[in-house]
């Protein structure tokens, strides 16, 4: 199957390669069908693109890359829709915004996925954490292709 986006044309995806978020993104709730891109000009950053909506999609790394102690402490109740067994622990990313010139992103607000089950859930975190970490490094790869 293919997805037709704004940003990268015509990409190719399988049936699986689709993650759903039942409660969608925040600001996003409608949209509920995303697929994790890979960035082939930097394999740091990801791209979750909307299956319904060409134009809508979000650049995304490891948040530990730019805090490597971040930890998501959130209730239980919260990781209910990623169905994670006492196994698994989520995917951990979050978003990547443009704020004054500079890069940020949200420790706030992470995006958790089950990639067994390719189930995801946006959070917002207990404790304190920033809403926008500005970033000036070259992140790390996440993940080689998409």
Known sequence: MHVHTTRFG?????????????????????H????????SA?????????????????A???PRRFSPDYRVRVARKQLGP??????NRPFVLTL????????????KA???INLDRRLGVQVIVADEQPLR??????PEPIRKTA
């Open 110 to 112: 992470p995006v958790l």
């Open 42 to 58: 930097n394999a740091a950053v990801g791209w979750l693109q909307s299956i319904n909506d060409p134009r809508l999609t979000m």
């Open 10 to 30: 015509s990409v190719a995806i399988q049936a699986d390669d689709i993650i759903l978020f039942p409660q969608g993104l925040f600001a996003f709730a409608q």
């Open 60 to 62: 995304v790394v490891s």
């Open 133 to 138: 970490l500005g970033v000036a490094q070259t």
């Open 96 to 107: 990547v915004s443009h704020h004054e010139d500079q890069l940020t992103i949200n420790l």
């Open 82 to 87: 990623l169905q994670l067994d006492q196994a």
């Open 32 to 39: 509920r069908h995303w697929v994790l891109l890979a960035d």
